[in-house]
């Protein structure tokens, strides 16, 4: 459970900040729902988004998640009208808020299922790790993406040193980390921190077609795969053969591999049980 955070003065706390919505075909969407603030992260928000990506790893329904902010924005970061003061000038509670952000999109980072960030607008500061948590992310051609903190003299507490190193190299890390610079969605593509960019108004579509190739396959098949691949990043050559060669045969005794075989001889359509 996250912590409660102490706000610079009262703050009503709005409802449905959060919105969690599935599709018959068994894309969740995430709604950041806060337009008025560009979707920045409150302490009402952060917790309810954790509760959103719990609900979404145990819905057997859902086979992606989507992320998007409602109001043509991402997220613009932390809330900074209610996380200032102690928040900033204690430790303790300035540590805790990292510890509560990291924890979440850890989770985002670490689903059985695919994650994918869509990007309208802004993902900057704690939206842009956000966006760095998910498997996958598509954007607008004019979304404004990137670290942003040094902007303010502040720090990512919830994965730019580890995971956009991982994605683009140290020195295009370091440039967008020390700079706080921002790039468009199309940039974005040319870096590595995009699968797809396209115009805002066609992006519901750019998320059917990008989920179309992933809620078909194997849901376990999905999470082993995603599992060995996110754990060799951290691995020595020799544990990731060990790692890869468990993993596979883990998988080949599935049910779902089972039936992909025996589909694939029957000239049919595979019907995954997800085990």
Not at 32 to 57: G, I, Y
Not at 91 to 97: E, I, K, P, R, V
């Amino acid at each position: 459970m996250a912590s409660e955070y102490v706000y610079k003065q009262p703050v009503h706390e709005e409802t449905d900040v959060i919105q969690y919505e599935v599709a018959d075909n068994g894309i969740c969407m995430i709604w950041l729902n806060r337009p008025h603030k560009r979707n920045c992260v409150s302490p009402k928000l952060l917790r309810d988004l954790e509760a959103a990506v719990d609900r979404a790893a145990e819905d057997d329904k859902v086979l992606a998640v989507v992320f998007r902010g409602r109001g043509n924005t991402f997220c613009a970061g932390a809330d900074l009208d209610q996380l200032v003061g102690p928040v900033l000038h204690e430790s303790s509670t300035s540590l805790q808020l990292a510890i509560d952000s990291a924890r979440t999109y850890d989770k985002i980072y670490n689903m059985k299922k695919p994650t994918i960030a869509c990007v309208e607008g802004y993902a900057v500061a704690g939206g842009f790790e956000l966006f760095i948590s998910c498997d996958f992310a598509i954007a607008a051609d004019d979304a404004k993406i990137g670290d942003f903190h040094i902007r303010r003299a502040l720090f990512g507490g919830a994965g730019p040193i580890y995971r956009l190193p991982r994605y683009i190299g140290m020195r295009k890390a370091k440039e967008l980390m020390l700079t706080g610079k921002l790039l468009s969605g199309k940039e974005c593509v040319e870096w590595g921190l995009c699968n797809a960019s396209a115009p805002g108004e066609e992006l519901d579509q750019l998320i059917q077609d990008f989920c179309a190739p992933l809620i078909d396959k194997s849901p376990f098949c999905m999470w082993m795969t995603k599992m060995a691949v996110n754990r060799g990043l951290d691995a020595d050559t020799n544990s990731l053969i060990a790692l890869e060669t468990m993993t596979c045969n883990v998988v080949h005794h599935s049910a779902d591999a089972k039936e992909g075989v025996a589909a694939f001889l029957e000239k049919r359509k595979p019907v995954w049980t997800g085990k």
